[in-house]
């Protein structure tokens, strides 16, 4: 019994020992595997930028400078901004190692006014950091005051007129003049502006809406012209519902 339970041993110990020696001698076992260290590293030169100030309807662009920081290809997969006034647009989408591009931003201020703030989102294959947030910000300035901005009636009855006037006063001019109004809507009437003074500098524009005969929406544009350097043209919106003098009521459902 003695004699089989010590060989039993030695060929157990046997196959060990030619387990340890395949193991050993097969190259690359026995050994830790190198780790993946080639990736793609975005960075930019700034990440924000304050164009400082600007006037509406105007227009400010500026590059970003994007460099490839890593030891792979870098892939600009998406680049998206907060709004429409704001257009953002690499010059490459695939940067090598050690490259950089440039990512042109333009902002249109439109009839924004005041501080304004927007940001543009940079989305790449940088498994780190696959988004970078890039911001324009700065200070869009008025040359005039539109009040009120929009003219909203509400509902208009059938025949009925509502008169509205719309004041237009200078901000950041001393002095102004309209060369013209207008009105894209048969029954929105605009008439002359009329000078509010010398101690009140500026126009009040007399709005006519109605009479109308048939029910519907009333949407309409104002148009004012004027000398000004930087917004020749302004834009009043009017808005009404004119309805039958026995229509339902919505707001008593």
Same mark, same amino acid.
């Given at each position: 019994m003695i004699g089989r339970a010590n060989q039993s041993y030695r060929m157990r110990f046997a196959g060990v020992l030619a387990l340890l020696f395949v193991f050993c001698a097969a190259p690359g076992l026995g050994q830790s595997q190198p780790m993946v260290t080639e990736y793609p590293r975005i960075s930019f030169s700034e990440t924000a930028f304050d164009f400082g100030e600007m006037y509406q309807n105007e227009a400010v662009t500026? /590059? /970003? %400078? =994007?460099?490839?920081? +890593? %030891?792979? #290809? #870098?892939?600009?997969?998406?680049?998206?901004? %907060?709004?429409?006034? !704001? *257009?953002?647009? &690499?010059?490459? %989408? $695939?940067? &090598? &190692? +050690?490259? $950089?591009? @440039? =990512? @042109?931003?333009? /902002?249109?201020?439109? !009839?924004?006014? +005041?501080r304004v703030t927007k940001h543009v989102y940079v989305d790449s294959n940088d498994p780190v950091e696959s988004r970078v947030t890039l911001t324009v910000e700065g200070q869009v300035k008025v040359e005039v005051e539109i009040s009120p901005s929009g003219i909203y009636v509400g509902r208009l009855g059938l025949g009925e007129i509502a008169e509205r006037t719309v004041e237009i006063t200078?901000?950041?001019?001393?002095? /102004?003049?309209?060369?013209?109004?207008?009105?894209d809507h048969s029954a929105v009437r605009v008439g002359d502006p009329i000078p509010r003074g010398d101690k009140e500098p500026g126009y009040n524009i007399p709005v006519t809406i109605g009479p109308v005969e048939e029910p519907g929406r009333i949407s309409a544009k104002i148009t004012v012209l004027t000398d000004l350097l930087h917004v020749k043209e302004l834009k009043i919106p009017a808005?009404?519902?004119?309805? *039958?003098?026995? *229509?339902?009521d919505p707001s008593q459902r």
């Amino acid at each position: 019994m003695i004699g089989r339970a010590n060989q039993s041993y030695r060929m157990r110990f046997a196959g060990v020992l030619a387990l340890l020696f395949v193991f050993c001698a097969a190259p690359g076992l026995g050994q830790s595997q190198p780790m993946v260290t080639e990736y793609p590293r975005i960075s930019f030169s700034e990440t924000a930028f304050d164009f400082g100030e600007m006037y509406q309807n105007e227009a400010v662009t500026h /590059f /970003f %400078t =994007l460099r490839n920081n +890593g %030891t792979a #290809l #870098l892939k600009i997969e998406k680049v998206k901004s %907060t709004c429409g006034c !704001t *257009a953002a647009m &690499p010059e490459a %989408t $695939e940067i &090598p &190692p +050690g490259g $950089e591009t @440039k =990512l @042109k931003i333009t /902002f249109r201020s439109g !009839t924004m006014q +005041g501080r304004v703030t927007k940001h543009v989102y940079v989305d790449s294959n940088d498994p780190v950091e696959s988004r970078v947030t890039l911001t324009v910000e700065g200070q869009v300035k008025v040359e005039v005051e539109i009040s009120p901005s929009g003219i909203y009636v509400g509902r208009l009855g059938l025949g009925e007129i509502a008169e509205r006037t719309v004041e237009i006063t200078p901000v950041s001019v001393k002095d /102004f003049r309209i060369e013209s109004v207008s009105s894209d809507h048969s029954a929105v009437r605009v008439g002359d502006p009329i000078p509010r003074g010398d101690k009140e500098p500026g126009y009040n524009i007399p709005v006519t809406i109605g009479p109308v005969e048939e029910p519907g929406r009333i949407s309409a544009k104002i148009t004012v012209l004027t000398d000004l350097l930087h917004v020749k043209e302004l834009k009043i919106p009017a808005y009404c519902k004119v309805v *039958a003098d026995d *229509a339902e009521d919505p707001s008593q459902r």
